[in-house]
């Protein structure tokens, strides 16, 4: 079928450029009631996507418009042809200024992502996962409720009409679950838990799971969220990743190109003379352990590591070709993850100063463009004086601009599905709104 769309593409005089991508996932589904299996199923799919380039006028005036759309992998002949005018159609309605597609770099590119899930049947690897995550399936009351597995191999080839052929394999791991815990006297408490990995990681998963049974326990107990005022706020895990995302969002050439991005080049991220870390991040092609890590990126060109903040400074920006070519940049590609510097103090120590720790929230945002975060908080805990008290209710607001060059990171560095950072942050200035 590649080779049909190709030479229907080839045929049709009305397109400038294109892109195909041609995408099989096989794949293991897994779903626990308790710890009951209750239902499993494979997968095994085959899709094509089209992007199409459609050019007008000449120069300095020429322009281009582009449109996607998908092809199922038994169209007929009809059915494609109807697909490629629709998108050529609503490419040529669209009028932005002209901008190149990848061109192949040598050779075409066959890849395949390291992953421990390579060269055995998905099968056996769903057990070894099964077995770490129940592996703790209670904590002092608390246990697994329901538990969503997916484990699949992805195999990605993208030719375009400049003569761009590259192909990877790649593994993506991703679990969901519910977790209960109860008590005499106490409502019973849910927490919803997830994780992505494409390794098979029993540590990291284990740990996951002991750490959101954990959290369902500490909120049966947890007292309403007192008065916290002047307390830094420590966010730990994916929600410290969370923060770092901010960071990353600001290197991003679609955001300056749009003016939203926080910051421009040559912007001190962290301004001088702070208490925190130095912010020092990479865009990289690949993290060990996140199932984002590609080789290239969604029009296939090829990735490779770029310091994008250098001691606290944006130094360069990453992006499609699109935005980095409008603003005169040098092709970087779009980058999935990041590398984030660890800091200067351990957990411990960051832990061991007064604070306030947040554990879990209702609904968490950062916005990449004002920096505000905040969220109602779920869970979290309060640690003064000794002592260490879950809490519940409230809300946790700040703003990354008012801590600029304050927030400190730990030495300790973790995976995420976005990032190898470090596994926590102490943010010193947030507003804690306590409960009654």
Known sequence: MLNVIQAALRADKRIHDWRLTETRKRGVEWYFSGSVLDTARSVDTLSYSIAVYVDAGEGDARTRGAFSVSVHPTATHAELKAAIDRAVTAAAGMRNPWYPIPEPSGAPVHAQVASGFSGMPLESSMEGLRSALYGASTVDGA?????????????????????????????????????????????????????????????????????????????????????????????????????????????????????????????????????????????????????????????????????????????????????????????????????????????ERLASEPHVEAAAFSDFFVDPTTGDFGGELRLGYRVEGGKRVPISGGSITGSMADNRGEIRLSKELDTFPGCRAPVACLIPKARIASVG
């Open 143 to 347: 246990s697994i409720n329901s538990l969503e597995l997916f484990l699949a191999s992805h195999d990605v080839r993208i030719v375009n009409s400049r003569g761009l052929d590259v192909q990877k394999r790649s593994y993506r791991g991703f679990t969901e679950f519910i977790v209960n815990a109860s008590a005499p006297g106490k409502d019973e408490i849910e927490l919803y838990g997830d994780l992505e990995f494409s390794e098979p990681d029993d540590k990291r998963l284990r740990a996951a799971m002991i750490d959101k049974l954990t959290q369902a326990k500490d909120r049966l107990v947890a007292i309403p969220t007192p008065a916290c005022d002047g307390l830094p706020v420590l966010f730990k895990g994916p929600l410290a990743a969370d923060i770092y995302e901010y960071w990353f969002m600001a290197t991003q050439a679609q955001f300056a190109y749009d003016k939203t991005a926080p910051f421009k080049l040559g912007d001190l991220v962290g301004t001088d003379g702070g208490r925190g870390d130095a912010i020092r991040l990479k865009a990289v092609p690949v993290v060990a352990g996140s199932p984002r890590s590609t080789p290239f990126d969604p029009e296939g060109t090829a990735l490779g590591t770029v310091p994008c903040i250098t001691d606290g400074r944006l130094e360069h920006l990453v992006g499609p070709l699109k935005y980095t070519h409008y603003l005169g940049l040098p092709a970087t590609g779009d980058h999935p993850v990041f590398e984030l510097d660890a800091g200067r103090d351990s957990l």
